[in-house]
């Protein structure tokens, strides 16, 4: 079979936890595309799963909320005319998504403020380009 979903480390979604459905994909595929189960659903209950952390599971509900049904992630492929493929595909996008799902937040910003010296320095070259420019104008002729 594929290899294990893996999260994140050394955490892993156990092979039990994943519904794997199969049904025949549109696109390519030839004269063996009628009779081919080639598309690829992977479904996993996040809800219910205990494969996460505390912190990590409540961190991806929440962050693929928009994502979950009932509590359940499904990913879908049916780039490739192969099912074995198409297996590979979901698997790696159920790890990526989860991977980014309980990745530890950002560092807050600071918030900081321009040095006096380059405000000075930013206004000094806006006057500089204003008399270059100034001085493209055309000359009249004083009457």
Avoid: C, Y
């Amino acid at each position: 079979m594929t290899e294990p979903v893996r999260v994140r480390g050394s955490v892993v979604v156990p092979d039990a936890e994943l519904v794997w459905r199969f049904s025949r994909s549109s696109g390519p595929g030839g004269q063996h595309v009628n009779t081919s189960d080639s598309k690829v659903e992977l479904r996993w209950d996040l809800a219910a799963s205990d494969a996460l952390p505390a912190v990590w599971k409540e961190r991806a509900l929440e962050r693929l909320a928009s994502r979950l049904v009932d509590g359940v992630l499904v990913v879908r492929a049916s780039e490739h005319r192969s099912q074995w493929r198409n297996r590979e595909v979901a698997a790696a996008r159920l790890a990526a998504l989860l991977g980014e799902a309980v990745a530890p937040p950002p560092k807050a910003r600071r918030a900081t403020k321009p040095s006096r010296g380059m405000v000075e320095r930013r206004l000094e070259n806006k006057r500089h380009r204003s008399g270059l420019k100034e001085g493209r104008g055309r000359i009249r002729p004083e009457r």
